[in-house]
């Protein structure tokens, strides 16, 4: 089956649409409520209608007041799958919208075969916490997917597996977009599923050479672009979070310095640009009119990794997904498929020697080196860098935690923090008598 037309919900900035640009998709709509984003897809894209809450869409697509669609891609909200949102999974408003995607999958389906049309591929991007959700919300995503009446009950769900199921079939994989081009360490879930027909394990998965071993490249900490010196101190970032723009100072990323930059002896954090690079965004996407930086670095954040979704989309295109590169009779496949009622399933780890030269871990076949000099921009704006002032609260905060922090980072920010005026040292320490007079 080709896909040619989309329909995005939770759509955040819209990846999917700068991802697949070259895919000749057309997007029917797309769905998202939140201010800002939605703000950058009317611009971005005007004539794509935005239907807003996610939870009116079946209705719309039964009145016929929207278009069914061959493709339907979504990330409902992860929050209640990661530790900031307290692993509250199907007890949490926001998880639920993970089964209100399926109502909308549902609904197109039904209207698709009214038409005779295949069943709906289905895309969905999500943190790799929602594998060991308490609530089992993967479960409950996935039985419901491929058709089984009873959810099937996984304490922790593999990083990949397929499940063929009476009504459709489903596969899934972590990958790391670091891997794709971008310096950024980004674990993500990704799952793929459609009709009886459609075998999305051959999208998601890869025919791989024999004991293909990746041996990574050093990139360089330190170096000089258009006449500035840089220094960064790790070659990829950690995961670019959501509250990046408010939080930057009390995260992890904070003390091992993977979101920092040295720039002409100065230290500051990553600019919106490079953010936006890091994604693999077009620089300036997110800068819109009236475009705060707090604004942009949260719609970034929460976004999805371009050049991953680019290479799904490339595979899905040329990839036969007719027949399973799965074959049957293999002893070790057999060992990890489970029967379930009128359907299986297959949990895969990156551990088993699958003996099948097929590569379902979080590395690709073919790797893009990337490095965080790419990214670099050399006209950061002056109120991302630190202040000796917020070099020194840093300092105090990783001492009062007694956190370990990245030796050169706490070399750096001892530097920069020793230019501290008297009067600011006088005045921190009135701070510090105070609060200790207050125990």
């Known amino acids: 089956m080709k896909v040619r037309t989309v329909g995005s919900v939770c759509s955040g900035i819209e990846a999917a649409s700068v991802a697949w640009k070259d895919n000749n998709y057309k997007f029917n709509w797309f769905s998202e409520i939140a201010d800002f984003p939605s703000q950058v897809l009317k611009i971005k894209y005007p004539e794509i209608p935005n239907l807003g809450d996610m939870t009116k869409i079946p209705k719309l697509i039964k009145s016929r007041k929207v278009e069914d669609c061959d493709l339907i891609c979504g990330g409902t909200p992860c929050q209640a799958f990661s530790v900031a949102g307290w692993k509250k999974g199907l007890k949490d408003d926001r998880g639920n919208l993970t089964l209100k ?4 999958i549902e609904m197109n389906d039904l209207i698709r075969e009214k038409k005779n049309k295949n069943r709906t591929i289905i895309f969905w991007e999500n943190v790799e916490g929602v594998l060991i959700d308490k609530t089992n919300a993967f479960g409950c995503l ?3 997917l491929a058709g089984f009446e009873d959810v099937i009950q996984q304490k922790k769900w593999s990083n990949a597996g397929v499940i063929k199921g009476p009504k459709r079939n489903v596969a899934w994989r972590v990958l790391d977009a670091k891997y794709f081009g971008v310096p950024q360490q980004r674990r993500r879930l990704y799952l793929l599923a459609g009709g009886k027909d459609f075998c999305p394990e051959n999208v998601l998965f890869e025919k791989s050479l024999k004991n293909k071993v990746y041996h ?11 006449e500035h010196k840089f220094e960064v101190f790790r070659e990829y970032t950690d995961c670019l979070y959501a509250a990046y723009g408010t939080k930057w100072n009390g995260n992890a990323a904070a003390y091992n310095g993977s979101l920092y930059v040295v720039q002409d002896s100065k230290i500051r954090r990553l600019s ?10 077009p620089d300036d996407y997110t800068n819109i009119n009236g475009a705060s930086f707090t604004k942009r670095y949260q719609a970034i954040g929460n976004s999805w990794a371009v050049p991953v979704i680019k290479w799904i989309g490339e595979r899905l295109e040329k990839v036969d997904t007719n027949k399973s590169i799965f074959q049957n009779g293999n002893r070790i496949l057999e060992d990890c498929t489970n029967k379930y009622k009128d359907g299986e399933f297959i949990c895969l780890d990156n551990q088993i020697d699958d003996g099948l030269n097929i ?3 979080e590395i690709p076949d073919n790797i893009q080196e990337s490095n965080l000099e790419n990214i670099i921009s050399t006209d950061a704006p002056q109120n ?6 917020g070099c020194n609260g840093i300092l105090r905060r990783k001492n009062e935690k007694n956190v370990n922090m990245n030796q050169r980072l706490e070399i750096v920010m001892k530097n920069i923090s020793a230019q501290m005026s008297f009067e600011e040292i006088e005045k921190i320490s009135r ?7 207050n125990l």
Do not use: H
């Open 142 to 144: 996935v039985s419901s």
């Open 384 to 389: 991302i860098y630190i202040s000796p002032v």
């Open 216 to 226: 990574k490249m050093t990139k360089p900490l330190k170096f000089e672009k258009d």
């Open 431 to 437: 701070r510090q008598k105070r609060a200790t007079s």
């Open 359 to 361: 590569n379902w871990s």
């Open 272 to 281: 919106p640009i490079e953010c936006e690079r890091l994604m693999g965004f």
């Open 101 to 104: 995607f399926v109502d909308i």
